[in-house]
């Protein structure tokens, strides 16, 4: 006999009710949560943000190096990760699952202690979704919503020339991450005996397998008293998200390649892989860092931020979206982004 329990054996109803059974509800807005036709919300006077994001099996994550308990995570901080960029708290999630017949009650208990532990982490509420089967893999849709004092929702578009740019963290790591993810499971597949080689790559590993939401950066802005002019989550690479930062502002932009954030495990790792490290940085998706922009009169409450780096300024939309070089060149920054089409 089998340990572990196949989902025809619990049903759909069953699967709900203990994923329900788990949950316990916290945001002072959640009226009513899972086991009804639809979820109650009660937001006052606030603006409410909505955002998506749909994770497929194959696509977007890869089962043989990424545990079900952190994909459960992940796929709940990358929609956290979108309502902080709009300066928003997030409060409540819903979350939709096609689930392949190969998947078993425990594994998809698993997923779902990511999911609470993401949960319980940015303090949002669990409040419904969806359950059906799927022909392939496992997809999995969560709905975030989030709310902000009205008039206070930080768009993409509002960047002026001479804004500061700005971006939290470091850049580089998840896409190195999943290379070496991707070269550890290839050396595996060619000789089973191999253990996975991961010294001083642990910080790679860790940011392409666990990332964070930056809502800690959003709180400590408003505590200091700073407004974004512009703000955007990272996920297909800094230089997507400039490009789109500039073409909805109507702006363009001056990066200063030596201000660009990164971990000396990106600059080693990006050498051992024969990668330009400004290209990982520039172009490497899945950080889910903040790149927001700001007016110069913040500069003094920001510029010893630990977490915050200045790395470039806004400019007139003729000059273009630029990266100046220590060599004092400059040259138009291209956004590659990830299509998977
Ligand atoms: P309906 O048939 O009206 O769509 P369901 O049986 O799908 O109702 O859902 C019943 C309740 O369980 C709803 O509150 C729904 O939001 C919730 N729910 C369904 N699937 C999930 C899931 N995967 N995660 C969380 N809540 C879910
Ligand atoms: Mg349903």
Redesign the pocket.
């Known amino acids: 006999m089998s340990e572990y329990t196949a989902l025809s054996d619990l049903g ?2 069953g ?2 009710r203990r ?2 059974n788990t ?1 316990k509800l916290e945001q002072k807005s959640t009226v009513v ?7 109650v919300l009660e937001p006052g006077e606030k603006n409410i943000v909505v955002s998506t994001d749909m994770l497929v099996e194959g696509v977007h994550f890869d089962l043989s190096f990424c545990p079900l308990r952190h994909l459960g995570y992940k796929a709940v901080a990358v929609n956290v990760s979108d309502i902080a960029a709009m300066n928003a708290l997030p409060t409540q999630i ?4 096609a689930i392949g017949s190969r998947y078993t009650v425990e594994a998809i208990e698993e997923l ?1 202690d990511g999911i609470r532990i993401a949960c319980e982490n940015y303090k949002v509420d ?6 059906t089967s799927s022909n392939a893999g496992l997809v999995i849709s969560i709905t975030a919503i989030g709310e902000v004092a009205k008039g206070e929702a930080v768009l993409r578009s509002t960047a002026q020339p001479n804004d500061l740019i700005c971006v939290t963290g470091d850049l580089g790591a998840a896409y190195l991450g999943l290379q070496v993810l991707e070269r550890e499971k290839q050396v595996f597949m060619d000789n089973p005996e191999m253990q996975p080689d991961l010294q001083d790559k642990e910080y790679l590993v860790q940011r392409q397998l666990k990332p964070e939401a930056r809502m800690d950066v959003i709180h400590e802005l408003k505590e200091l008293g700073v407004k974004p002019t512009a703000m955007i989550d990272i996920s297909d690479g800094l230089a997507s998200e400039i490009m789109h930062l500039c073409a909805q502002s109507g702006t363009g932009a001056a990066i200063y390649q030596d201000k660009l954030p990164a971990d000396q495990q990106v600059l080693n790792t990006a050498e051992e892989f024969r990668l330009d490290p400004v290209t990982c940085i520039l172009n490497g998706g899945e950080d889910y860092e903040l790149l927001f922009t700001v007016n110069l009169a913040d500069l003094n409450k920001i510029r010893n931020h630990p977490d915050i780096t200045i790395i470039g300024k806004m400019t007139e939309a003729s000059e273009g979206v630029r990266l100046a070089t220590p060599s004092g060149n400059t040259f138009p920054i291209k956004a590659q982004g990830w299509t998977h089409f």
């Open positions: 759909e109803f699967l709900i994923i329900q949950i949560g899972i086991g009804d036709d639809a979820a819903t979350v939709s699952l779902y669990l409040v419904g979704g969806d359950t």
